[in-house]
């Protein structure tokens, strides 16, 4: 079985995300980056799969700059055979990113019997990679996926949806499954497994490699800027028993007035 | 040529570690410690992840890594939890023996099935007579035909009740001093060792600490490490490679302590701003700071000079020295940082005091070492 996962490399949680000089984009030089949460949930669950049937292989498949290969690596060292990287620019959109995917899973030479990712990146949040990928690849895709089964090429995925209930989609392979969540328990990456990684196949293509273009943008981004900083929050003193009424009054009328929330 | 970076599998491997203290570690070092009782969970995970016995070989089926390698990874479990690592420590330096004295067959009866399941080992060196001065150890080795027979006791013995395998110093006779001190490997089932019930201790709670008896035990030929008198060699050298280890840990836990201090100083409201807007909590922040860095470079250059296979004795006790008094000086300041918070075992930095303290002590104490850096400086 040719298992393959998506994986893309956003910034640490904890980075302060500032513009980049001329607002095109965010500033990259001194970010930490880390694999996208969600996508680790792909990778654990390609990797159950791969342990279920023997002789299967994980490739694992990244568009993005060179400049720091961490979600790769980790990736490796949890236990995926070999990579692919297309190497593009940090700022491309999603249409792009999921073309270059596309060439990148073509041009490993296998062809997917299940695609894992994750159900969307935490940086940019579109949501888009995963279904505009399926439909490049002419494949079935589902997300927000919690629960997966494999039998008889097929498998069986469910779902969340609104109020906690649960969908359940019996799909024939080759399928597009978006992780969420829940899934499974994301495992570390063993020290062995750090060691062993840096001696695993790694596929290196450019965008042109692929046939990604600038003339596939769809997306052009400008003005970035921070959100305008929050004024201070107002101060009520009400421990005054005596003054508590006008207080409650006076915050009624601003609440009505000012915030005009009520 | 100097260069203070880590390498990029250094990094990686230090991420990890890290990782693991903070999610597996530090959530369970608080329990554990006030139920004194062996994470064996937590350690058999570790042990799965490749964090336990980082000084086997390659070739007997360790992970291959250096002396620098491990100090990293130590630093990452000790700021997890003193005493968690201490257990899993306590491997090492048992197995460090084998590793320095064994011959081939041993290291593969011996080594190999450590990197197979998660298994145990004690190092007993320390009698209840003789700490530092292990020359005059009491523990008797004597012929016995087709055997060696071991009568004595060990005091103060790390993962004692839970050990599948102990190295044993011992003397073929006392009056030969250093010289007559030769090393055994003893399986656990051999009849006449006799556990102790577990020591109550200050800190490092969670670990395994007992005295063990060995009377009239009866030790295969083959399990001497080197030959008679070799043990003393062997002792040496094990605590070359050892004290750097011990040492990494003390900065893992100051670096927590630091850690800790810097996070509340910031948080604390007194005289209407953060108590690390007063001059006299950034001076002790400061000081912290540059007690847990000026360690850490110690032990690096101790472990570096092994990996370049030069003699490391004066580095690795410095490296011992300072940084376990570091983090004892680290760790009482995070306490007063903390104030009246820092004396409550609701919060961390007072447990972080009592494990410091023990640094100080095991692995040769701060005194000794002195002695030791004193006899190189003047040779």
Known sequence: ?262 | MLNFELSQEQKEIQEMAMKFAKLEMIPKSAEYDQKGEMPMEILEKAWSLGLVNTCIPAEYGGTGFTTMDSMVITEALAYGCLGMNTAIMANDLALLPIVIGGNDEQKKKYLTPFTESYKIAAFCLTEPGNGSDAGGIKTTIKDGGDHWIVNGQKMWITNAGYADVFTLYGTIDPEMKHKGISALIIDKDTPGIEIGAPEKKMGHCCSDTRAVTFKDVKVPKENMLGKPGDGWAIAMKTLDHSRPMVAASAVGGAQCALDYANEYAKERIQFGKPIAGHQSIQFMLAEMAMKVEAARLLVYKSAWLIDQGQSNTKLASMAKAFSADSFMQVATDAVQIYGGYGYSKEYPVEKLMRDAKLIQIYEGTSQIQRLVIAKEVLK
Not at chain 1, 88 to 100: C, F, R, V
Not at chain 1, 158 to 167: C, I, N, Q, T, W
Request: net charge negative; with cysteine.
């Open chain 1, 1 to 262: 079985m040719n298992i393959f996962v998506c994986v893309k490399q956003v910034p640490d949680t904890e980075t302060k995300v500032t513009p980049n000089g001329d607002g095109t984009f965010i500033e990259t030089s001194s970010i930490k980056w880390i694999m996208n949460p969600y996508d680790e949930f792909a990778v654990e669950q390609a990797l159950l799969l791969k342990a279920a049937n023997a002789g299967s292989t994980v490739t694992v498949v990244r568009v993005g700059s060179t400049q720091d290969t961490e979600a790769l690596r980790t990736a490796l060292a949890m236990g995926a055979d070999e990579a692919v990287l297309v190497e593009g620019e940090d700022n491309l959109d999603s249409y792009m990113i999921a073309k270059a995917l596309k060439g990148g899973i073509e041009k490993s030479g296998k062809t997917p019997d299940i695609i894992f990712t994750g159900k969307q990146a935490i940086d940019d949040d579109c949501l888009q990679v995963p279904q505009l990928l399926a439909q490049m690849l002419d494949m079935p895709s589902v997300s927000v996926v919690v629960g997966f089964e494999s039998a008889d090429g097929k498998v069986t995925l469910k779902r969340e949806v609104e109020g906690g209930a649960l969908e359940v989609y019996e799909v024939s392979t080759p399928v597009l499954v978006a992780c969420n969540k829940g899934l499974n328990t994301p495992r570390y990456a063993s020290l062995p497994g750090i060691m062993k990684a840096k001696k695993k196949p790694l596929q290196n293509f450019s965008l042109a490699d692929v046939g990604v273009s600038a003339d596939d943008r769809r997306l052009k981004y400008s003005n970035f800027q921070l959100p305008p900083e929050k004024p201070p929050g107002k101060k009520f003193d009400a421990m005054d028993e005596a003054k508590q009424a006008e207080v409650v009054a006076e915050v009624v009328q601003l609440l009505r007035n000012e915030a005009k929330v009520i």
